[in-house]
C-alpha cells in the first residue's frame, strides 16, 4: 500500500455513459498525475496537477476528458460519452518534488470497461 | 517528439544477472527512473538515477546511464523468482514511460 487510493477499482458500464473516478493521493504530495495503462503499455500521461492548478494535459486527454483538483488534496477524472476505446487501467500518482526528484506513489487503478 | 524504447521480454535464470535496457530520446530529464509492476499490482518506483552520475548501485541493482548515447540500463544480481515483474523506465521532465521489459525467471 503506497498511501494513494483510488475508487472504484473496477468499473463497467456502456458505450456513452459518463463515469467519474476519484484518487486521494498522500496528503502532503502537491502534485497529483492521472495516466492511462493500455494491455502491454507503460502508462501513457494525461495530466498533472500542482496543487489544485492543472498544469498540463496530454493531447492524449480529448474534451470528452476532464480532471479537477478543487481544494488541492483529491481529484476526480470525467469521462462523458464513454467509447470502448476508453477501456484501459487509469492510474493515478503523486509525489512532492524535492530538489528534482520526482518519485511518484501510484495508486492501484481504476479499471474502466466500456460495453 | 520524446519517446522511451525497451525491449519487451528477457528471460533469466535464476541466480543469474538480468540486465534491462532502455534508450530515451530527451536529454534534458534531471533524473531517470526504473519503476517495477508485479502482476495485479501498481508501479513502485525501483531506483534512479541523477542525470549527471554514469553509475549507481543499490545492493542488488546497478544502473548504468550513457548520456551520449541516452541509453539506461538495469541490472540485477542474483535474480529471484520475487524480482518478476515488468520492469519500466521513465524520463522524468516529460514524464514519458516506456513500454515496459517483462523479466521472466527460469527455474
Known amino acids: 500500500d503506497t498511501g494513494v487510493s483510488q475508487d472504484p477499482r473496477h468499473k463497467i458500464t456502456k458505450r456513452g455513459q459518463n463515469v467519474t473516478f476519484r484518487c486521494d493521493p498522500i496528503s502532503e504530495h502537491n502534485r497529483l498525475y492521472w495516466y492511462r495503462q493500455t494491455l502491454g503499455q507503460g502508462p501513457e500521461f494525461l495530466t498533472y496537477f500542482q496543487n489544485e492548478a492543472q498544469l498540463e494535459k496530454s493531447r492524449l486527454l480529448s474534451d470528452r476528458f476532464s480532471a479537477e483538483r478543487p481544494k488541492g488534496s483529491f481529484s476526480t477524472l470525467e469521462i462523458q460519452r464513454t467509447e470502448q476505446g476508453d477501456s484501459a487501467m487509469y492510474l493515478c500518482?503523486?509525489?512532492?518534488?524535492?530538489?528534482?526528484?520526482?518519485?511518484?506513489?501510484f495508486g492501484p487503478g481504476t479499471r474502466l470497461t466500456v460495453l | 517528439g520524446e519517446d522511451v524504447e525497451q525491449s519487451l521480454f528477457l528471460s533469466v535464470r535464476e541466480g543469474d544477472s538480468s540486465v534491462i535496457n532502455c534508450t530515451y530520446t530527451d536529454s534534458s530529464s534531471t533524473y531517470l527512473y526504473w519503476y517495477k509492476q508485479e502482476p495485479g499490482a501498481g508501479l513502485q518506483l525501483l531506483t534512479y538515477i541523477f542525470s549527471n552520475m554514469d553509475m549507481k548501485q543499490d545492493q542488488r541493482l546497478t544502473v548504468l546511464l550513457n548520456k551520449k548515447d541516452k541509453h539506461l540500463s538495469l541490472r540485477i544480481a542474483d535474480t529471484q523468482t520475487g524480482d518478476s515483474a515488468i520492469y519500466f523506465c521513465a524520463e522524468n521532465d516529460k514524464i514519458i514511460f516506456g513500454k515496459g521489459t517483462r523479466l521472466h525467471i527460469l527455474p
Open positions: 500518482a503523486s509525489s512532492s518534488l524535492a530538489g528534482g526528484l520526482n518519485e511518484q506513489f
